[in-house]
């Protein structure tokens, strides 16, 4: 994970989700991993599935944010989870998505 590119976002009111999505993202820069931010899960999930990022999470997105993303990162052989690892759904709150390699990893980090 440590040779990773990370991407992200975060909720309008983030201090109501657990876990906090500002202790995660500070969990991930503590292990110098470097995250980008770019605004649309759509594109977080694309790029993901073709390799430019190996691992993608956010908070309360809406069905539209990541339907379709989910569908390409899927078919593309990435694995897409809530935070505990459950089946994701785009009516969820929250979605892990990796190039599926380092999947464990992150949730381990996200729920530490």
């Not at 590119?5 to 309008?12: A, Q």
């Amino acid at each position: 994970m440590e040779k990773s590119l990370l991407v992200t976002g975060f909720p309008y009111d983030s201090s109501t989700y657990k876990p906090d999505p500002a202790e995660v993202f500070k969990k991930f820069l503590m292990r110098d991993i470097p995250i980008r931010r770019l605004g649309s899960a759509a594109i977080d999930l694309c790029w993901t599935a073709c390799g430019r990022f190996e691992g993608f999470w956010e908070y309360n997105l809406n069905a539209w944010d990541v339907a379709a993303g989910y569908l390409i990162l899927t078919e593309a052989g990435g694995k897409v989870t809530d935070f505990s690892g459950k089946e994701f759904s785009v009516y969820g709150k929250q979605i892990l998505a990796t190039n599926g390699i380092l999947h464990e990893q992150m949730k381990e980090v996200i729920n530490s």
